[in-house]
């Protein structure tokens, strides 16, 4: 029993660590594919993806400026205010 405690408290601080080392969640990104869409950071569309960079704020509004689409699920235009 004593050892199925062990493993559970190591898993456990397995997991926190893994919580504390994790960088955090940007707030806009920018899909880098020949058809760019801009993102907010916790999108669900592109959360695991290697397809987006993260971008400052300016980043997102210039690139919404320039007709580059907006997200259709996370909606980031709206989130920026930014309206056409």
């Known amino acids: 029993m004593r050892q199925l405690i062990a493993a559970a408290e190591w898993r ?20 880098r594919t020949h058809l760019p869409v801009v993102h907010a950071g916790d999108c669900w569309i592109v959360r695991k993806s290697n397809r987006c960079v993260p971008v400052s704020r300016d980043q997102p509004l210039d ?22």
């Open 12 to 31: 456990e601080g397995e997991r926190q660590r893994g919580d504390h080392a994790r960088p955090p969640v940007p707030d806009w990104l920018l899909e």
């Open 63 to 84: 690139a919404l400026r320039q007709q580059v689409p907006a997200c259709s699920h996370c909606r980031p235009d709206t989130e920026l205010g930014y309206l056409d």
